[in-house]
């Protein structure tokens, strides 16, 4: 075993909402927020169910009326809604919920360490987010 001094046991909870944190995976990639009522897309991108309804609709908006496909904003997979036939605003609500960011994102909002706003913090503020 090499001698290093303490090291924080990379497996602990603590630790793992940091690299959650750090890895922006519960930041939609279209508001660059936390996600909201994530939906979860075959390619296993999660985004904002209201983001990804915008996105869906400007996205068709240009095709024709029987578009029956979008691709995602982060991979670019061609990507089916589940029922075709319905209003493209809908199809968003068609995807799975993805409960395991929803998870995640409780579990990091109970940690008691302060979190700032990143909106904030990119003018320099560093008052503790309000949730």
């Known amino acids: 075993m090499a001698d290093g001094g303490p090291h924080a046991d990379p497996h602990s909870e603590d630790s793992t909402l940091r690299n959650l944190s750090d890895a922006n995976i519960l930041e939609c990639p279209i508001c660059l927020e936390q996600l909201r009522q ?15 309804s915008s996105y869906i609709v400007s996205e068709v908006l240009g095709t024709s009326d029987t578009a029956t496909s979008f691709i995602c904003p ?24 993805d409960n395991v960011a929803i998870e995640m994102i409780q579990l990091r909002n109970r940690t008691t360490e302060p979190r700032y706003c990143a ?6 503020s560093m008052t503790s987010a309000q949730f």
């Open 119 to 124: 909106p904030c913090q990119r003018k320099g």
């Open 38 to 52: 994530p939906k979860s897309l075959p390619c296993r991108h999660s985004l904002c169910e209201e983001c990804l």
């Open 74 to 97: 982060v991979c670019r997979t061609l990507t089916h809604p589940v029922d075709k036939s319905e209003d493209k605003e809908k199809w968003a609500q068609q995807f799975p919920t």
